[in-house]
């Protein structure tokens, strides 16, 4: 069996093809001779006629019938489907077709030849052309399936994965047959609320519709993973599916959203992770459709989390040219390797320059934004990482990346011209309790101050909470802590966070741009805080894993660490003042306090000594003079 199987998978296409036909027109000629009038003369006339003269004189009806039934085959583009994939709805149904052309072709013809058989046999000879008719199409399917065990024999392994397709419809069939090959994955059933499909089958196999039958099919398929597939539901349909799912502790997938099927089909065989976007309890905010026809814009940071997705989203945008800053080699490359990939794709024409450099220089900066003629500037490189920048061997460092290097920014902007800079921010800013902040709540505060300094060029601030699955971001963490078996680490039991998607955020960026008048501070409706141990018990459950409250008991454990150096038990978006809506009724805008130009002179001139020096000391109490509601209890 393995010497045929791999003759004919090394066979060509048309070779292959060439065997489907010539086994087509064998098995029609059989059942022609078996069901057709040869064999059945044969016997009414007990055998006195030869079966040779029989076919010879009733062969007309044979070539007629298959003729026609082989040109609907052709035309109808039934050998150009894969064999493996002969169940699909279309092969079946173009089986079907040419079965009934073959078969009543030929009793039109067996009719037509014969006086005799139109006056008395005519219900006869049409029921023997349905039995024509199946039988062809029954013999059409089984070559197939024998076709398929010699070519691709079942490879099903002994420990294939069990798994369940929720959702019958289109998407769900096409799920099965993208996946149905792969020999490591076995489909136990598909799950259907329809009260039309319940106890139906596809492809002979179950759909089941109520709960139950989940809990059973778990127990009696240890292992047991639910691939969603129902990529048309909105993203509040799919929470409320997949908060009912979480209760049987069984890993849940999912197929990807429809927009990114029907932009590349290839994702429908794509079994994905559960997007968190799946879990946060609010609805998400969509992407941006900003347009940037005619204008040069610069990213600042463009390799990191929230940089990269800018500009992806930019690009959307048909600007005339984006160039890339940013400080690491690596990341640059990927970035600008992902944009002209994307280009060549969509067919864009944007220019991609990928400038390799440091947001501290500001004559880097000033000589890349006046070569390139820069309208726009997204300021998204800076140090964010609470612990490290805590580290006071680092505080000097994200003091000159986070403030110095935004400086260096806005001073840039303001000497070239800029039409209008955004710069991100951080819900850390607000009454900071580690450097981090302070450091960012400066900068705010910077940019407010280059804002009132220049009626030309327009500045704002885009304020967010927690970026999940960013670098440093707690998702991943927890993902590869479940991955791992555990345990899942989180500092405190009643830690909160705001959590809103990179996509979110950098929607968000570029929407604020549009709205800036100058020196605003722009945040987001993130909807309640989210507990970080309620997040921690979901992601476990949705991985088909228990949680485990202590180190005996079976499953993933939930172990508290601590609070590290400068870490809130929750955030706030705003510092003081009212917010004022916006024509984005997730988008709210503050215009706040700011110090004056000679304090943050003075500021500056301090933090530049301590940092020269190395001081962490008084940078800390630097900050604390100037930074309100700055308080790391150091």
């Not at 399917?141 to 002994?158: N, T, V």
Request: hydrophobic share 40%; net charge neutral; with cysteine.
């Amino acid at each position: 069996m393995k010497y045929i199987s791999s003759f004919f998978i090394n066979l060509s296409r048309k070779k292959k093809v060439l065997v489907l036909v010539t086994s087509d027109c064998l098995i029609a000629f059989s059942c022609w001779i078996v069901f057709g009038p040869p064999f059945s003369l044969l016997i009414a006339t007990n055998f006195e006629r030869t079966l040779a003269d029989l076919i010879t004189t009733n062969f007309l009806s044979f070539i007629i019938p298959f003729l026609l039934t082989f040109i609907y085959f052709y035309l109808s583009g039934f050998y150009r489907s894969l064999m493996k994939f002969f169940d699909s709805k279309d092969s079946i149904f173009r089986a079907l077709i040419g079965a009934f052309i073959f078969g009543f072709t030929w009793g039109i013809v067996y009719i037509y030849q014969y006086d005799v058989i139109r006056t008395n046999f005519l219900s006869t000879v049409m029921l023997q052309s349905l039995l024509l008719s199946s039988v062809f199409y029954a013999f059409l399917q089984i070559s197939r399936d024998i076709a398929r065990l010699i070519i691709y024999p079942s490879k099903e392994s002994l420990n294939a994965k069990p798994v369940l397709i929720y959702g019958a419809g289109t998407s769900g069939n096409e799920l099965y047959h993208s996946i149905k090959q792969n020999p490591k994955i076995k489909i136990v059933g598909f799950f259907d609320n329809s009260y039309d499909l319940k106890g139906t089958f596809i492809n002979k196999i179950r759909i089941y519709g109520k709960p139950r039958h989940i809990k059973k099919l778990s127990e009696q398929f240890p292992g047991l993973e639910i691939y969603l597939a129902i990529p048309s539901l909105n993203i509040s349909e799919r929470r409320k599916i997949i908060r009912s799912l979480e209760q049987y502790k069984i890993a849940v997938r999912s197929m990807p959203a429809l927009h990114e099927i029907v932009e590349d089909e290839k994702k429908m065989a794509e079994i994905q992770d559960l997007s968190i976007d799946d879990i946060l309890p609010r609805s998400i905010v969509g992407r941006s459709d900003i347009s940037f026809e005619g204008i040069n814009v610069m990213i600042t940071g463009a390799g990191g989390s929230i940089g990269s997705e800018i500009v992806r989203q930019v690009l959307d945008g048909l600007p005339n040219k984006i160039v890339l800053f940013e400080f690491s080699e690596i990341n640059l490359y990927s970035i600008e390797s992902e944009i002209n990939l994307i280009k060549k794709t969509k067919g864009i024409s944007t220019e991609i320059i990928g400038i390799l450099g440091d947001v501290k220089d500001t004559k880097r900066l000033r000589d890349t934004i006046y070569s390139h003629n820069i309208n726009f500037i997204y300021h998204a490189a800076a140090y964010k990482h609470v612990p490290i920048v805590e580290y006071f061997e680092n505080i000097s460092e994200g003091i000159k990346n986070n403030i110095f290097g935004t400086k260096s920014v806005c001073d840039a902007a303001l000497a070239c011209e800029v039409d209008k800079v955004v710069v991100i921010s951080t819900d850390k800013a607000v009454r900071p309790t580690n450097i981090m902040g302070a450091s960012k709540r400066f900068s705010e505060m910077l940019v407010q101050s280059s804002d009132k300094k220049s009626k030309l060029t327009k500045f704002c601030m885009v304020r967010f909470g927690n970026v999940m699955n960013s670098s440093g971001s707690v998702i991943p963490l927890f993902r590869k802590q479940i991955s791992e078996g555990g345990p899942v680490t989180i500092t405190h039991n009643e830690v909160t966070r705001f959590f809103m998607t990179i996509k979110e955020a950098s929607s968000l960026v570029i929407e604020a741009g549009e709205y800036a008048d100058g020196g605003e501070v722009f945040i987001l409706d993130m909807g309640e805080q989210v507990k970080i141990i309620d997040l921690a018990r979901r992601l476990i459950y949705l991985s088909g894993r228990n949680v485990s409250f202590d180190e005996e008991s079976e499953g993933i454990q939930i172990k508290e660490i601590g609070l590290r150096p400068g870490e809130k038990l929750y955030e706030e978006l705003l510092i003081s003042g009212e917010e004022e809506k916006t024509k984005n009724d997730k988008i709210f805008m503050s215009n706040e306090d700011c110090l004056s130009d000679d304090q943050l002179d003075s500021a500056l001139k301090e933090l530049i000594v301590s940092v020269q020096e190395n001081n962490t000391r008084n940078i800390r109490e630097i900050l604390k003079k100037y930074v309100e509601g700055f308080n790391d209890n150091q």
